[in-house]
C-alpha cells in the first residue's frame, strides 16, 4: 500500500521531535497504547488535539463492559456483542476482546482507577442494554470516563512521558518505500513549541476518537472531527463500516434547533429500571424485543423514533421518578446535574429524551494486532475498525476495545523494535510538497456539512436522502477545487479549516458506504430497504483514497475481516483472497 501523495495545505513542518513511536490521542486508547510502550523501553511522544484529560473518554459515564461477575464468563459476553453487532462482528476479534478483557481491567484498576464497589468490596457491577448479566463496571456512579482518565493521565505524567498538547495532527509522513515516518502537526497556542511542526518515528498509533460533530447533535466533544480517519485516507489506508454509526437512544432534548455537543443521558439508568415512554405514559418498548427498553441500541433508538414519527412528536420521554432522590444523587449525579442545568429534575418528572450521533462503529481497518495497511500505521479505540462492533456496538464495549487493543498494538510494537534493535530504521520523510495539493475548505463549510449529514444520513436513510446529501457535499467540494484550480488559491491554513475539510472527507465516504449497502441492518436504517438482507450483505465495505481523489469501494467475502500486511492485500488484488465479486466503485473525491 502506497501513500496517496494528498496532504492538507499547511506551512512545511518548523521544528521535529525524534522518537520511536507516536501516540495520536490521550483517551483510554492512546494512553494505554503510550504507557505500555514506555514501559517497554521505547521512546514514546503522545501528542493530543486539546488537554491530556479533554478526549472522549473522560464522557463516558456509563462503565467498561467484562466477564468480571459471578457466574458470568467471556463466552456470555462474547454471544451478547454478536448479537448486537448484527451478523457483522468479526468472531475472532470479539474473542480476543472478551478473553483478555477482564485481565485488562485488573491491569487498569492496577494502574490506579477506582471503580464503585459494594460494601463487601467487590465491583458494583450493572446492567445495560444488550447485555444479559450484569457486567458493566462504573465509576463515581456515572463518571466512569473520567475516573478512567484521571487515572491514566495520572501515570503518564508520573512516568514523565513526552507530551504535545494542544496539538492538531494532519497528515502521516512517510519514507520512499511508502512505511510510516511520523506526523506532522500543527500545536495552538503558547508552549515549548508552537506552529507546524513534526515527530519522527517509524510506529505511529492513531488514537484520535471519533467522528460525531460530522452531524448537528451529537454526545461528542468538539474536537471529535473525524481527523483520524481522514488522515488514514489520504495516507493511503483502507477504512470500513463507517456507514454504521450509533445514535445514542437516550440524549437530553434540548429543542429541535440545538446543535454541538448533547447532554447524554447514560443507558445505565435504564439499566437500573427507568422506563421509556410516550407523553401519554405508555411504555412502547415493551413488545418490541424481549429487553425492552435494554435492547441493543439500534433497535431503542429505532423504537423511539418510530413512536415520535406516529405521533408527530419531537421527542420521548425517560421516566426514572421512582429511583427517588437518593438513588439520583448518589448513583447519577452527573446526569442529574446536567439535567437541572437545563431546567429538568429527574427525581419529580420524565426526562425528554431523543437520538443523537454518539459512535462510530466504523473506521480505520486494522488487524487483531492494531495493524492498518498501511506498514507503521496503527489504530485503536474509536477511530479504529476491528470487527469487534460490527453493525452495532454493544453498550460499554467502546472502553473495554480501547484498553484490550492498545495494549496489543504495544506488544506488537515493541516486539518488532526488539527484533530491529541491531539495526534500528532512522525514518527519512519524502519532503513536503511545496503546493497545495488539497483544497481547503472555509472554516463554515462546518456548519453545512453538519446539517446535510443531519437531513440525509442520519437515523433514517433512504436513496433520496443519501443522493441528495452526497450532491450537497459534492458541491462543497468542487467550490473548494474549483477556487483552487482557477486561482490557485485555497481557504487560509488553520485549525478551523483543516476539520472542516476533515469532516468533508469522513462525511463523502459515509455517504457513498451508506448509499452502497441497500438494507437495514444494526444502526443503518434503510427506509426504502426496511429488511436486513443476509445473502448479499453479510459482508463489510471497505473504502480507500485513490491519488485523483476519486473513492475506491469494494466489499469483503464474508463477515470476517482479511488480513492487513502488504503481501495478504497483494494476494487479495490478485484473487488470492476471496473477495465478493463485484466490481469495484468509485466515486469523485
Known amino acids: 500500500m502506497t501513500s496517496t501523495g494528498i496532504r492538507l495545505h499547511a506551512p512545511a513542518p518548523g521544528w521535529f521531535i525524534a522518537a520511536d513511536v507516536v501516540v495520536v490521542g490521550s483517551g483510554v486508547a492512546g494512553l494505554t497504547a503510550a504507557l505500555r510502550c514506555d514501559a517497554a523501553g521505547l521512546r514514546t511522544v503522545v501528542v493530543t488535539k486539546a488537554r491530556l484529560d ?52 485488573r491491569r487498569l484498576i492496577a494502574t490506579g482507577a477506582h471503580f464503585d464497589e459494594s460494601e463487601a468490596g467487590d465491583l458494583e457491577l450493572t446492567r445495560e442494554g444488550g447485555h444479559h448479566r450484569r457486567r458493566i463496571a ?46 506532522n502537526l500543527h500545536v495552538m497556542g503558547e508552549g515549548q513549541h508552537d506552529g507546524v511542526g513534526a515527530v519522527h518515528a517509524p510506529a505511529v498509533v492513531l488514537a484520535t476518537g471519533g467522528m460525531g460533530q460530522v452531524y448537528s447533535a451529537t454526545t461528542n466533544p468538539s474536537v471529535s472531527t473525524g481527523d483520524g480517519v481522514a488522515l488514514a485516507l489520504r495516507a493511503g489506508a483502507e477504512v470500513s463500516d463507517l456507514e454504521f454509526v450509533q445514535f445514542h437512544p437516550t440524549v437530553l432534548f434540548l429543542g429541535p434547533d440545538a446543535e454541538g455537543q448533547q447532554p447524554l443521558v447514560s443507558e445505565a439508568v435504564r439499566g437500573e429500571g427507568a422506563h421509556l415512554v410516550d407523553a401519554d405514559g405508555v411504555r412502547f418498548m415493551v413488545g418490541q424485543h424481549e429487553l425492552a427498553e435494554l435492547a441493543p441500541r439500534d433497535i431503542v433508538a429505532k423504537g423511539i423514533m418510530r413512536r415520535m414519527q406516529e405521533q408527530g412528536a419531537e421527542h420521548m420521554y425517560l421516566d426514572a421518578r421512582r429511583f427517588g432522590a437518593d438513588m439520583w444523587e448518589h448513583r447519577f449525579p452527573t446526569i442529574l446535574a446536567a439535567c437541572r442545568s437545563h431546567g429538568i429534575d429527574p427525581v419529580t418528572e420524565p426526562v425528554p429524551v431523543s437520538p443523537a450521533a454518539h459512535y462510530a462503529s466504523g473506521g480505520v481497518r486494522t488487524d487483531s494486532h492494531g495493524r492498518t ?106 467550490d473548494a477545487r474549483d477556487t483552487l484550480a482557477e486561482h490557485g488559491k485555497t481557504a487560509e491554513p488553520g485549525v478551523d479549516t483543516w476539520e472542516a475539510t476533515n469532516l468533508l472527507c469522513v462525511a463523502r465516504v459515509l455517504v457513498a458506504a451508506a448509499r452502497l449497502r441497500e438494507e437495514t441492518r444494526g444502526c443503518h436504517w434503510r427506509e426504502d430497504h426496511a429488511d436486513r438482507d443476509d445473502t448479499d450483505w453479510s459482508r463489510h465495505i471497505v473504502v480507500r483514497l485513490n491519488p485523483d481523489r476519486t473513492l475506491a469501494l469494494r466489499t469483503t467475502d464474508t463477515a470476517d475481516f482479511p488480513p492487513t500486511h502488504p503481501q495478504a492485500l497483494d494476494f487479495a488484488r490478485t484473487g488470492g483472497t476471496p473477495m465478493h465479486q463485484q466490481a469495484p466503485r468509485t466515486q469523485e473525491q
Open 54 to 105: 479533554d478526549g472522549s473518554t473522560r464522557w463516558a459515564q456509563g462503565g467498561i463492559a467484562a466477564a468480571l461477575g459471578e457466574g458470568d464468563t467471556p463466552e456470555q459476553h462474547l454471544d451478547d456483542t454478536l448479537v448486537a453487532g448484527a451478523g457483522l462482528c468479526d468472531e475472532e476479534a470479539v474473542r480476543i476482546l472478551v478473553t483478555e478483557g477482564p485481565d485488562a481491567v
Open 373 to 478: 495497511t498501511v506498514p507503521g500505521l496503527y489504530a485503536c479505540g474509536e477511530v479504529a475498525c476491528t470487527g469487534v462492533h460490527g453493525a452495532n456496538r454493544l453498550a460499554s464495549n467502546s472502553l473495554l476495545e480501547g484498553l484490550v487493543y492498545a495494549e496489543r498494538i504495544a506488544a506488537d510494537i515493541a516486539g518488532r523494535h526488539e527484533e530491529k534493535s541491531l539495526h534500528a530504521r532512522v525514518p527519512s520523510p519524502v519532503a513536503y510538497p511545496e503546493q497545495p495539493v488539497h483544497p481547503l475548505l472555509p472554516a463554515e463549510a462546518r456548519f453545512a456539512i453538519q446539517r446535510v449529514m443531519s437531513d440525509g444520513a442520519g437515523v433514517l436513510r433512504s436513496a433520496a436522502s443519501l443522493e441528495t446529501a452526497a450532491d450537497r457535499l459534492e458541491r462543497l467540494h468542487s
Open 138 to 183: 462504573h465509576a463515581g456512579g456515572d463518571a466512569t470516563g473520567a475516573e478512567i482518565s484521571r487515572a491514566l493521565v495520572e501515570a503518564v505524567r508520573a512516568r514523565g512521558l513526552r507530551t504535545v498538547e494542544n496539538a492538531l495532527v494532519l497528515d502521516l509522513l512517510t519514507d520512499a518505500d511508502g512505511r510510516t515516518a511520523g506526523v
